[in-house]
């Protein structure tokens, strides 16, 4: 059986547990937003290179103008809005409820697959999904804060969180909209990170921050460094094989392996950080890699 989608959303998980990592540094050092606006525009400078050098050409101008409406607009809710939420949500409730109400995306995810697409899940993918989601539920929640941890307005904070989980679905099933008849993720992904660089520099413009965030680059290289290796890995390669993952299988199954990040840093939290992993967080685990090997024995 094919398993391409799978292996995709897998990967997905993989390069978004370590740009994690590496934008937890870069957040610290230059602030979220300026993260978040910086990667995406080196990963932009990447995309465009390689699509010179697998299509011969710097964006798909070939491509179909419905190709760049869905694309665009997914990239825009998803990379952008889904994102301005998702560190909204971290600021207010934290990032163990942020992460949680993120996780949310594969529910929503099969809901928008199953109303605009027809998708239809059997009861071993769903058996799946809840046990991979419960894993993960566990292990977030079984993670502790430290005590210092800004907690603001929380009805606010569950409000962007259920909204960045949502922003994620919504890009996801658009995305799949835009690559229908095996468009080349690679161009897919260029348009989406085109689409949104332009939306959030327009933002920061209107905010009168753009200033400002060059400045912040410019006056730490260190932090660039670190933002260009967290752009391949991130934007550039995790959202491509997030890509990958919907064009092959069902949205709800793909996301749902996508949403592993935080499974997947814990055993990079005990042997690198060497933080305590408790018996809940052992637990989530174990619950969540069920549900990912009954999603391959479907």
Known sequence: MNFIGEMAGLATSFFFALTSIIFASTGRMVGSQVT???RLTIALVYLVVLNIILFREPLPF???SSRWFWLSISGVIGLSLGDAFYFQSLVSVGPRLGSLLLSLAPIFGSVIAWMFFGETLT??????IILALAGIGWVVMAHEEPPDTPHGHTR?????GVMSGLCQAIGLVLSKQG????FPPFQANVIRILAASIFIWIWAAFQRSAGATIRSVRGNPQ???LLALGALVGPVLGVTSSLLAVQYAEVGVASTLMALPPVIILPISYFVYKERIGWQALVGTI???AGV???FLV
């Open 156 to 160: 606010l904070g569950v409000f962007f």
């Open 293 to 295: 090997a009954v999603l």
């Open 179 to 182: 690559m229908l008849g095996n």
């Open 287 to 289: 619950l969540a890699i």
């Open 223 to 225: 932090a660039l460094g």
């Open 123 to 128: 009861v071993l993918q769903i058996t799946g």
């Open 36 to 38: 978040n606006r910086i």
């Open 62 to 64: 070939s491509a179909e």
